[in-house]
């Protein structure tokens, strides 16, 4: 693998690790019902782990409930266990047919709580993209060992690599910043 692949490869793996962190965000209550709470919950569908948003549709009627309608009846059971199983702290209710979220708003000892949480994701996330960077770089020290690119090249990319990682990692400050806001907002 030369110099643009590891570059190109380094810059995907940090999208996907940028993916991961708005993900977990997402799960992360703020007080407002959006779909987005439970759509990536994954249930075990028919020996499967499969997304919510896969097997239902998922409406939020109004700023403190979500509507959950699976297109399977069968599914409801494992929907609310998974439900009960997230960090949501919210119990669904089910009439057979569909589940009713209500979502209560947080107080303020909770959304100091969860503030907290949001910065360990973060702080995990920021992890994740200094890994890659070090995981590159030591693959650029190993193409210039192995004589393929030369010394310029190798401080060329690791410079090129770091830019990446400062990227992403203030993407990641702007999203932990928005996420904060919204939790203290209420």
């Known amino acids: 693998m030369g110099l643009r692949e590891t570059i190109q490869e380094t810059d995907g793996k940090m999208k996907k690790a940028i993916e991961s962190v708005l993900r ?6 703020t007080g407002r019902a959006h779909p987005s709470l ?3 919950l994954h249930i075990d569908y028919y020996g499967t782990p499969t997304p919510i948003k896969q097997v239902a549709a998922v409406s939020s009627p109004d ?3 979500l ?3 699976p297109w399977d009846a069968s599914a409801i059971v494992e929907i609310e266990k998974a439900i009960r199983n997230s960090k949501l702290g919210v119990s669904p209710v089910s009439d057979g ?12 000892e909770r959304r100091r ?6 910065k360990d994701m973060a702080e995990k996330g920021r992890v994740s993209l200094r890994s890659i ?6 693959r650029m020290l190993k193409l210039k060992k192995d004589n393929v690119i030369s010394e310029d090249d190798n401080f060329k990319a690791q410079d090129e690599i770091q830019k990446l990682t400062d990227k992403y990692i203030k993407d990641v400050d702007g999203i932990l910043e ?3 806001k919204e939790l203290m907002n209420f």
Do not use: D, Y
């Not at 047919?97 to 303020?108: A, G, N, Q, T």
């Open 24 to 29: 977990e965000f997402g799960e992360v209550r």
């Open 38 to 40: 439970v759509e990536e």
């Open 63 to 65: 700023a403190s409930s």
């Open 67 to 69: 509507l959950i309608q």
């Open 97 to 108: 047919k569909i589940v009713r979220l209500v979502v209560p708003p947080l107080s303020e």
């Open 113 to 118: 709580e969860m503030a907290k949480v949001v």
């Open 133 to 138: 960077r070090r995981e590159s770089n030591e």
């Open 178 to 180: 928005k996420k904060s």
